[in-house]
């Protein structure tokens, strides 16, 4: 996916799919959550959840990189095409 000119709206749109995809948790249920471990998400779900976000967005987040919620890697990753852009 190319990430050029993606808005914060649009990026949270598709990583709530695609957490809701990988993990077959209803969107909603994402978007009313602060920490993904109120989910019942163990640290392998994360993991996996950084894997499809580096290979969809083709970028690398670092481990000491917090990301804990829908906001974390939304944040990450417009970082990143603001960075790109430049």
């Given at each position: 996916?190319?990430?050029?000119?993606?808005s914060?709206?649009?990026i949270?749109?598709?990583?709530?799919?695609?957490?809701?995809?990988?993990?077959?948790?209803?969107?909603?249920?994402?978007?009313?959550?602060?920490?993904?471990?109120?989910?019942?998400?163990?640290?392998?779900?994360?993991?996996?959840?950084?894997?499809?976000?580096?290979r969809?967005?083709?970028?690398?987040?670092?481990?000491?990189v917090?990301?804990?919620?829908?906001?974390?890697?939304?944040?990450?990753?417009?970082?990143?095409?603001?960075?790109?852009?430049?």
């Amino acid at each position: 996916m190319s990430n050029t000119n993606l808005s914060a709206q649009s990026i949270r749109q598709e990583v709530v799919h695609l957490i809701s995809s990988l993990k077959r948790i209803s969107p909603e249920k994402l978007n009313e959550v602060n920490d993904l471990t109120e989910l019942n998400f163990d640290i392998l779900d994360v993991v996996d959840v950084i894997l499809e976000i580096e290979r969809t967005y083709n970028v690398y987040i670092p481990d000491d990189v917090p990301v804990y919620t829908v906001d974390d890697f939304v944040d990450f990753i417009f970082k990143q095409n603001l960075n790109q852009a430049c």
